[in-house]
């Protein structure tokens, strides 16, 4: 028997209380993040800030940061204490620290900026139409949500294909197809100074975001930008690897993007896509790890899109005519996806 078929009335009001709780908890840390409060924190170290402090620090009410300090302490994200609020050193590294695979500052800025499109879910659940449009800040939130995925691929996916990293550092062209604001090529960039690479998007907002990140990091002599369709990725043997980051499941013909991309990979080269692929099972599901795909899953439904399983990116791989990928499960629960070109 599950616990939770042995749950009395009262064990689940706590359980459900502290879902309603989690909410207000979620646009806390949202506002902590957006307007600098948790960075203010973290700087000021042991000492703290007083509520005066941080609202002045911050260009903010005094009056609004009063109800958030109180808050923030009360939802255990922050101490108040002899006035002075501080913030333990471990979530500041989980909310802030974009290199660390445990970062989830980007969940919560994507998730409360989704959520200002739900306005139409209601008529989502009656009608099954999809929004057809989103605002510019939402691929700008997905961008800050990726910024885990570029951790997951350095720490735990680059270790787990050793030979891959050492051709990289050989040197080679890359592509990162429907890549955003660009942010893993910037840190490809960074990670291994041989490379040439190339992002290809089709979202005019991303394209403009991406050439200014690129610029930006003074790497424009090495990134290029270009605004084409993901059926565009380059030309025919252009590139030593072709990589799909919390992409695939996006675009709506996956076997035939997933050809046109291995078309233009050069015999040696790879093909790599990263995802977080949905639970294969209700017991997964019943994870916090499954709780959260769950609730991605659902954004990803009302604009049209659908995570998938591992047998579907499996299927999409076969439907392309290619060979069987390597994947490797990772500790992280994304999933990644690897086919060598002979």
């Known amino acids: 028997m599950r616990q939770s078929d042995a749950m009395t009335i009262d064990d689940r009001f706590d359980d459900l209380i502290a879902s309603l709780g989690g909410f207000h908890r979620s646009w806390l840390v949202y506002l902590g993040i957006e307007l600098g409060l948790f960075t ?4 000021a170290g042991s000492s ?3 509520t005066h402090e941080l609202a002045t620090e911050t260009d903010c009410r005094i009056e609004a940061i009063e109800t958030w300090t109180w808050a923030a302490h009360a939802h255990d994200l922050a101490t108040l204490d002899g006035g002075r609020l501080t913030i333990d050193p471990e ?3 989980i909310l802030l620290d974009e290199t ?3 970062f989830l500052g980007g969940q919560f800025v994507h998730a409360a900026t989704a959520s200002l499109d739900w306005g139409g879910m209601l008529d989502f659940f009656r009608t099954g139409a999809p929004i057809t449009q989103r605002p510019d800040r939402y691929r700008a939130a997905i961008e800050r949500l990726t910024a885990q995925d570029i951790a997951v691929f350095f720490q735990e996916a680059l270790a787990a294909v050793p030979q891959l990293v050492a051709d990289l550092m050989a040197g080679g062209r890359v592509v990162d197809v429907h890549c955003g604001g660009g942010r893993w090529l910037i840190a490809m960039a960074r990670r291994f100074p041989a490379l040439e690479l190339v992002g290809v998007e089709f979202e005019a907002d ?7 990140n690129v610029e930006n990091e003074g790497l424009a002599d090495r990134i290029a930008i270009r605004e084409a369709g993901v059926m565009e990725p380059g030309g025919a043997e252009e590139f030593d690897l072709a990589y799909f980051q919390y992409a695939l499941h996006q675009l709506p013909d996956a076997p035939a993007v997933l050809r046109a991309a291995w078309s233009a990979v050069r015999p040696g080269g790879r093909l790599v896509a990263l995802d977080w ?3 294969a099972s209700q017991d997964e599901f019943r994870t916090r790890h499954g709780e959260l795909i769950a609730g991605m899953q659902l954004d990803e439904l009302y604009q049209g899109t659908a995570l998938a399983t591992r047998d579907q990116f499996l299927a999409w791989f076969a ?4 060979p069987v990928p390597f994947m490797i499960d990772l500790p992280s629960g994304a999933s990644m996806f690897m086919v060598e070109r002979p």
């Open 40 to 43: 203010r924190l973290r700087a």
């Open 48 to 50: 703290g800030l007083t």
């Open 91 to 93: 979530v500041a590294v």
């Open 100 to 102: 660390h695979p445990g």
């Open 206 to 212: 991303s394209v403009v975001r991406a050439r200014t």
């Open 277 to 279: 692929p949905l639970p």
């Open 319 to 322: 439907g392309a005519d290619l």
